[in-house]
């Protein structure tokens, strides 16, 4: 899998620090032993192989697996992270049922991702124009959202009654479930953008230094806000695909994607200062999350222990990462 | 005199990669040694040896005649070896005492008593910065003030061998004889001094001898007075240098590339007016906090800025970068780690970063043009192509700015605004880096460029304005560029002439 962030790969010799090739070798390693022993474990769990659980797996990567997407364009850009793209997935979900139920699907499609797009460019806008703290925006967003959203569609949740629309957005498609499809689209789509558009190789140098990006010309608050953009048109599928499934919006079910989508990036092995990451490293991560989630529930675990094991893979992959870039 | 401090057959080596071979050198006490070579010629990892940031793999070091193993920079600071190193380490929101006493392996956990206070106070009027109020943040110092304070650190830890990497690269004339008077004052009590410059003039008139490294050999040491310029920038290349320079262009030439009237930058730059002919180099000279680098980066759109600036006769909206890049400025920053690369990212990205639209159609990038484009113009810059796909951050600092440059190869002939063109670039990657500037001129580029090294500026300038507390003084050309002339207006310029200009330059 390779990093998006160079053109061509890395020269076999020619002066690359040593110690450098090593570290890099090491991880490879490590991460192939991690992922050899992930996936040993989950084959061993009764029922992991069974269909129900493969179409659900598939089902649940989709939604956080969108948010990722969104999360590693802006990681990329050099903005850390944000804490309000779940939140927008769960505004969405009240978005597009309250739209389903007055206008029809596809209307509602529209709206949604009209929402999603305009919720995060504000955010993008604020950050790059003012150069104002990614992290404290995303908090204040994460904040409006989840009070004006259901103050504005009267409610915290809302239902759609069978047969409004919705079953586009869900069932099967090659025998796959349609959200799983979806989001290897959007994976492309965003893996795409990355490498192949202008607007993807300004994100990388605007990320790699933002200052260096603004010398050479490049307009960094608009690249900026562009992958807001395109990061809340992600989160707005998500929230479309997840109201179909459930036939219903509701404000909790976005509660958990922030944290589920920053340890997929973070675990996939995209920079954190920005700069250097690719989406189908981040679905790597989204895997990872998902078969950790369903290997603990599969073997009888709570919930908490999702939490602390994602915690401690968080961990190890950051203090590896400092450990090898030190070396 | 005694030899304080003695290598003995070091090497080492980094995979294949032999950094040091076999190098031996002796120190005494009280010797001011400069260390001379091109990047990569193994100074730099001598240092970290010495500092115990690296182990040596063969050899052996030795202090005041006993052998010892230096495996830790704690254990190389209780041996007396001390590093004021090219990034500063002076913390900013900490007092002046504290920075002084940080990190000494002598400190109580309650440092504020009276003997630390005096003895901080002392180091300090030892090296002539007695005036330092102790109790001032740090982060208020300028530069050179956070050297001294840097230096006033190792005399409290008591160094006895103090190494300094390229002090002088970013202060101003005044600062830098600060730091020469501090040097001196230390060499006057006995300690010894490891000085790593680039410029020469500071090797003769600072130092007492001078070692020169090459590939990683220590080729030869010698008191300063046995060798001359060109001498020792022949030892430090391994081949004859006739002229670093190139010959000036003569020659008329046509439209101006750049006109620029009444510059002005609130509290920096006040009505800087000048004419960038085609074809030419203009140098503006001044020190540092001067505005030189602002008059520069304001073209480029990166400060607020008002006036008149036309480009190839088509106005220039000020205050914007991207336009400025639109309308054909390209811009050298003086800064190139943080305003000049992207450092994690490849070669090859780094070179094609500003052409990226002409090679895409509708935001769609063409792959294969933009690596045969990548290809073809780090040849033109003069690096190596296969360093297409390192990192930029492992090149040297000459090969890093050969890319920059390498951005406005083969664009329609616009202005090439260059900060500090040569800061941090070894002597061989200078006379490359000149004679891209000359081929840049020869396409007809305009190039202005600004420097606070004024025997680059006589050496390579068509055209020298200086500056001084962001006022035009002076404007020379062809013979009446002079060192004198123009210290004097960057430092006492003579009173303002009735049009605010020291027309000294021959008439043309």
């Not at chain 1, 479309?240 to 973070?266: E, P």
Request: hydrophobic share 50%; aromatic share 6%.
């Amino acid at each position: 899998m390779s990093q998006s962030g160079t053109i061509t790969a890395p020269a076999a010799a020619g002066g690359t620090r040593p110690g450098v090739r090593w570290g890099s070798l090491a991880m490879l390693v490590l991460r192939s032993v991690f992922l050899v022993a992930l996936f040993g474990i989950a084959l061993a769990s009764p029922g992991f192989l069974s269909t129900a659980n493969l179409m659900a797996m598939m089902t649940s990567a989709a939604f956080v697996g969108c948010v990722a997407i969104g999360m590693t364009l802006i990681t990329v850009g050099g903005n850390i992270m944000s804490f309000s793209l779940g939140a927008t997935v769960s505004a969405t979900t009240l978005v597009f049922v309250g739209a389903l139920l007055a206008w029809g699907i596809l209307p509602a499609i529209l709206v949604s991702l009209l929402f999603g797009m305009l919720v995060a460019l504000a955010q993008g806008l604020v950050i790059g124009w003012f150069g104002a703290n990614p992290i404290v925006v995303s908090i204040a967003a994460f904040a409006l959202i989840i009070g004006i959203a259901p103050w504005s569609t009267a409610g915290t949740s809302l239902f759609l009654p069978a047969g409004a629309g919705q079953e586009v957005l869900r069932g099967k498609l090659l025998g796959l479930p349609i959200e799983f499809i979806l989001l290897i689209g959007l994976a492309v789509l965003g893996q795409f953008l990355l490498s192949f558009t202008v607007f993807g190789r300004n994100l990388l140098m605007v990320g790699s230094s933002r200052w260096a990006a603004e010398a050479a010309g490049i307009r960094a608050w608009r690249t900026v806000a562009g992958s807001y953009l395109w990061a809340g048109l992600f989160a707005a599928v998500a929230g479309m695909l997840l109201a179909s499934r459930y036939s219903k919006g509701n404000m909790d079910y976005g509660a958990t994607f922030d944290y589920d989508a920053i340890t997929a990036v973070i675990v996939g092995g995209t920079a954190i200062q920005g700069g250097r990451g690719s989406i189908l490293r981040t679905m790597i991560g989204v895997l990872v999350i998902e078969v950790t989630r369903v290997v603990l529930l599969l073997n009888g675990f709570r919930q908490e222990w999702q939490y602390l094991i994602s915690g401690v893979i968080i961990l190890s992959v950051i203090l590896l990462q400092t450990t090898v870039a030190r070396k | 005199m005694s030899a304080i401090l003695s290598v003995d057959r070091i090497s080492k080596s980094f995979g294949a990669v032999a950094a040091l071979q076999d190098v031996s050198l002796t120190l005494q006490a009280g010797e001011i040694r400069a260390l001379c070579g091109e990047n990569g010629a193994g100074k730099s990892t001598l240092v970290k040896i010495l500092m115990g940031i690296e182990r040596p793999d063969t050899g052996s070091i030795a202090i005041d005649g006993t052998s010892v193993a230096i495996r830790s920079p704690s254990q190389a600071q209780a041996l007396g070896l001390a590093q004021v190193a090219q990034e500063l380490s002076v913390i900013p929101s900490l007092s002046v005492l504290d920075n002084i006493w940080l990190g000494s392996a002598q400190v109580p956990l309650l440092h504020r008593r009276r003997a630390f206070r005096q003895r901080a106070q002392d180091a300090l009027a030892r090296i002539g910065a007695g005036h330092y109020d102790l109790d001032r943040q740090a982060g208020t110092l300028s530069i050179g003030e956070c050297q001294m304070v840097e230096i006033a650190r190792l005399m409290v830890r008591d160094a006895r061998v103090l190494i300094l990497d390229e002090p002088t690269a970013t202060l101003s004339d005044t600062e830098i004889e600060a730091i020469f008077a501090a040097v001196r004052a230390l060499k006057a009590e006995g300690r010894s001094i490891i000085y790593i410059t680039h410029r020469m003039g500071e090797v003769f008139s600072l130092c007492d001898s001078v070692s020169v490294f090459r590939n990683g050999r220590h080729i030869v040491t010698k008191p300063v007075d046995d060798v001359d310029r060109a001498g020792l920038i022949e030892m430090m290349l391994g081949r004859s240098f006739e002229d670093m320079y190139l010959c000036r262009q003569q020659g008329a030439t046509g439209r101006p590339a750049l006109a620029v009237e009444n510059l002005g930058v609130p509290g920096v730059v006040h009505g800087f007016s000048m004419t960038v002919p085609r074809g030419r180099l203009v140098c503006i000279a001044g020190q540092v906090g001067s505005g030189a680098h602002t008059v520069l980066r304001a073209l480029a759109g990166l400060e607020l800025a008002t006036g008149r600036v036309s480009v190839d006769d088509r106005p220039l909206r000020l205050n914007s970068a991207p336009r400025a890049r639109a309308q054909g400025i390209h811009f050298i920053s003086e800064n190139r780690a943080a305003e000049g690369i992207f450092g994690r990212m490849s070669v090859a990205d780094n070179v094609i970063a500003t052409r990226l639209p002409a090679a895409s159609r509708l935001g769609l990038l063409s792959w294969p043009r933009l690596r045969r484009e990548a290809a073809r113009l780090i040849r033109d810059a003069g690096v190596d192509e296969r360093r297409l796909g390192s990192m930029i951050g492992d090149l040297s600092g000459g090969n890093q700015q050969k890319i920059l440059f390498g951005r406005a190869i083969g664009q329609t002939p616009g202005v090439l605004l260059m900060n500090e063109p040569t800061r941090g670039v070894d002597v061989g990657a200078r006379a490359e880096i000149y004679r891209l500037m000359r081929s840049f001129c020869e396409q007809g580029f305009g190039l202005v460029m600004t420097s606070t090294d004024l025997e680059e500026i006589v050496g390579v300038a068509d055209i020298v304005l200086t500056i001084y507390r962001g006022r035009l003084i002076g404007r020379y050309e062809k013979e009446a560029i002079t060192m004198n002339a123009i210290l004097t207006d960057i430092t006492h310029p003579p009173a303002l002439t009735r049009n605010g200009i020291n027309e000294a330059a021959a008439a043309s």
